[in-house]
């Protein structure tokens, strides 16, 4: 079927998001039935305002690096799009004759994705899910591309804030990490340990509602045995009643409080209630876009599953997400596959709570099995020293 | 003179602090005159403790990656000496024989140092400062070791950000970067700057105090124009009357306000006074550890910077820090030399006012001038679409 090709992102940035760009867009050239190969500005809106850029008229050698350029290069968006916007969606897509539609997002952009794909009725068109976030929380697929990269950050970051601490023990630091409902970009901070007095030493998931008491016996009772102790939190953290840890203080526009600060929250408490030095540190957005700490798996896995959604498209499908199964792990191996739209949108993949500590401040190997290969290159290997005391005179 | 030589860390590590370590043994290890090398465990606390480690028992193969490992490898502190403890360290000194003491810090351990040369009288002992930090607020030098690598840590951060933030223009990040008093870190995010449009948007040092309503201001400008904005700030920004912009709200052991927090401070005021939804992002210590964005320029100097160190105090110098010189910056050349302790003791080498803009929210090329070559490789070029418009239908 001839026709023209459209790609839109959906949601926040991953480090791999314009890889998966890279390789709808190398995938469609080969085709003679796909015409114009088009992308919308800042995805659902840029589909609304016509707002569309003509990708084949882009230098092969920019679309070459593209999957070592952070962010999105066509820009994302949060807009949920209403009932009264699928008609009108489906319209612009009809005016300009888009037979191919790859929507490029997390478990919410899978439901756009399938209520346009159910909405086409006899209009012929192609709809395919390209998965992605740095959450890891989209359901029937091994992993997320964009995740590997961002645990690799994690990972990294972890392991070097450890160093830091050991090396100027005076204080608890506590990192918050993305990963919103879902701890799996968090429980990425144990891969970083290599000693067992060394940090991380304490990991906590959203998964596990935080209780204060513990949580502050925790950081005590390492405090009591190490001078530098370094705390992992998910961004997501909450309460035994379910409300988050910490908000900002500030209420927005809608009259809704403004999450976030877990870390700097607990931090106080710490400060607060042990009388111990601490500070909170957050890099936030930095996670999502780091190339430096890009997996090159991530990122060829991403080129991997936006050809694929074009293959498939061509060879007639719709109505899918591609999906990564995971063969093996050692050696690691991974098959490329499709699931129906319906049983990915507005599903949420938790970290498996069996796969978390006892008490609920640690992750278990089975974890570091699974997500290894998924960071690539081996983590650095920072040299300690053999310390050989001098004789005391 | 035969004797043994000891060095030891002071304040926060940097990226680059064991390439200066490394550069210190290598050298030592030519010179007969020298006996033991010893590292003192966690700075002058190790010192007091006569808890010496016997650097010349560990690998070649180990000293040869100490370079590419971040935080210090011989452990820190934050200890100040009391006129008490000086004649208790000299004996120490004596007792162990160290006729070579080298301290490796910034102006508060150059004090330190510049005392014990003071107090050692007729002991003969050679002692050299080993200048470090990444706040880059040593005088008499034309930049501190340490500092280039937080600075290419500060700029690709930047860059980064300021792609996710232009590909999801749906907030105002405010992100916040170390530095204490000093600006020279902070005004490293204007390296990131590509284009009038991306970010970074708005950039605040210390040096310039902050008007509350003139900041305001330019937010409110900057998002009349593009919709995500990013604003750096450096964590020790202050108000007219001298206070912090911000603190934690809590009040640590000795009664003390415990600062920081200035970037979620002023995110909450954007949201508060102008309305706009905001997030404040803060990668702290992660900011003087990463070894992926070490510059390796940096490394080599601080490897350079250690060596001279050693050769000097070999050629009869005492009571000296090693500066560097710059000869030219394109092409980027400098010489090494030694200037007095005393010069640098306790001296803060704040940012030039007048690279500061007249406004006061960013930095004029002369800083980039000065700063590129510190940051070793160019940054990374990451592309942009041409983004041809489809013709609307």
Chains 1, 2 share one sequence.
Not at 13 to 21: G, K, Q, Y
Not at 184 to 194: E, G, N, P, R, V
Not at 351 to 357: D, G, S, T, V
Request: a neutral charge.
């Amino acid at each position: 079927m001839k026709g023209n090709l459209l790609i839109a992102h959906g949601g926040g940035p991953t480090a791999v998001i314009n890889s998966s760009l890279q390789g709808v867009i190398e995938e469609a050239k080969k085709h003679s039935e796909i015409e114009g190969i088009y992308g919308a500005r800042f995805g659902v809106e840029g589909v609304l305002k016509e707002d569309f850029i003509d990708l084949g008229k882009e230098l092969d050698s920019v679309i070459k690096k593209l999957g070592v350029t952070p962010a999105s290069a066509l820009g994302s968006c949060r807009r949920k799009l209403t009932e009264a916007d699928y008609p009108v969606v489906l319209e612009i897509l009809k005016k300009y004759n888009i037979r191919y539609l790859f929507y490029n997002g997390g478990n919410d952009s899978m439901d756009t994705c399938n209520k346009i794909a159910k909405l086409a009725g006899n209009y012929e068109m192609r709809v395919i899910g390209v998965p992605k976030t740095i959450d890891n929380d989209l359901e029937h697929i091994d992993h997320c591309p964009g995740f590997g990269s961002a645990a690799r950050y994690v990972a990294i970051s972890t392991l070097e804030m450890a160093k830091d601490v050991e090396s100027l023990p005076i204080h608890v630091v506590v990192m918050e990490v993305m990963g919103r409902n879902a701890g799996w970009l968090a429980a990425a901070a144990s891969l970083a340990k290599k000693d067992k007095d060394v940090g991380p030493h304490l990991i906590y998931l959203p998964e596990r509602p935080l209780v204060e008491e513990e949580f502050l016996e925790d950081v005590k009772e390492w405090s009591d045995k190490v001078n530098g102790v370094l705390v992992v939190v998910s961004e997501g953290l909450v309460k035994p009643d379910g409300s988050p840890v910490a908000d900002t203080g500030v209420v927005d526009g809608f009259g809704h409080k403004v999450p976030g600060g877990v870390a700097q929250a607990l931090s106080n408490l710490i400060i607060n209630k042990l009388g111990l030095k601490s500070r909170a540190d957050k890099p936030g957005l930095l996670g999502r876009a780091s190339i430096p700490m890009q997996s090159f798996i991530d990122r060829e896995e991403a080129r991997e599953v936006g050809a694929f959604a074009v293959k498939s498209a061509i060879s007639g499908k719709s109505g899918y997400m591609v999906s990564m199964k995971r063969i093996s792990s050692n050696p690691y191996k991974t098959e490329l596959e499709l699931v129906p739209l319906e049983k990915v949108a507005n599903v949420e993949k938790k970290f498996p709570l069996e796969w978390i500590n006892e008490r609920g401040n640690g992750v278990k190997k089975e974890f570091a099995d699974y997500c290894l290969p998924l960071i690539g290159d081996p983590l650095p290997e920072y040299i300690s020293l053999k310390k050989v005391a001098v004789p005391k005179k």
